[in-house]
């Protein structure tokens, strides 16, 4: 069965900062995306950045990048330049072609931002 | 405009009440889903619908009943509402390469 984890719980990073949040997963799949979701307390879930396994080159969108390592199974968000409005609960998922679509969920990394 | 809408934004009911949610996507996605956020705010997948067919139910229990009239939409009603019952319900479309999320239900259940 798939799973996904996040140990950190909570974080917290000074604005303008830079600020690393872990997760790791578990799969047997070789097909298959990792994600990571942004939830602020609007409640939208909105897509911050994902990754195809097939990939080894890392994954960037402006101020986000992941370090995707394949081997560890471990697939952590960087965000640089912390802004205020980064402040959310992030939340680390996987998805393979083989298990229907469904998204496996991680328990989520709350954000702060301090000014 | 938008892509996956949710109606309503807010339910408040009674215990022992049926009640319904309606999901529509107008990205052209044949997949469809249905996922509870719970008060700890973890995210669990319930139903999957493929082009009105039911793929993935995941031990939810009978009283949840998804439905799809067509590959668009997505509904889920709820009988005998119980105080559990009381959450965050997200639909999303799209597939193992990525999802669009509907802005999400709160249920409470009174």
């Known amino acids: 069965a798939q799973t996904v984890t996040q140990s950190q719980p909570e974080m917290s990073v000074q604005e303008a900062e830079t600020v690393t949040l872990s997760c790791t997963y578990d799969?047997?799949?070789?097909?298959?995306?990792l994600f990571w979701y942004k939830q602020p307390p609007s409640r939208q879930m909105i897509l911050v950045i994902r990754q195809e396994a097939y990939k080894q080159q890392n994954a960037t969108e402006n101020r986000f990048s992941v370090n995707f390592q394949k081997a560890a199974k471990s697939f952590s968000l960087k965000i640089s330049d912390s802004q205020l409005g980064d402040a959310a609960m992030y939340f680390c998922?996987?998805?393979?072609?083989?298990?229907?679509?469904?998204?496996?969920f991680g328990q989520g990394t709350e954000l702060s931002v301090k000014p | 405009d938008t892509a996956v809408s949710q109606t309503p934004k807010y339910l408040v009911t009674q215990m022992g009440n049926d009640k319904s949610i309606k999901c529509e996507q107008n990205l052209g996605h044949d997949t469809m889903y249905w996922y509870k956020q719970d008060s700890k705010k973890f995210l669990k997948i319930m139903f999957s619908y493929n082009n009105k067919e039911l793929i993935i139910n995941e031990t939810v229990p009978n009283r949840f009943s998804p439905k799809s009239p067509d590959k668009a939409h997505l509904n889920l009603h709820i009988n005998s509402l119980e105080l559990g019952d009381s959450a965050v319900y997200f639909c999303a479309s799209g597939g193992y390469y990525g999802y669009t999320f509907g802005s999400g239900t709160r249920l409470t259940v009174v």
């Open positions: 799969t047997s799949e070789s097909d298959y995306y």
């Open positions: 998922a996987s998805a393979s072609y083989n298990q229907g679509g469904k998204l496996i």
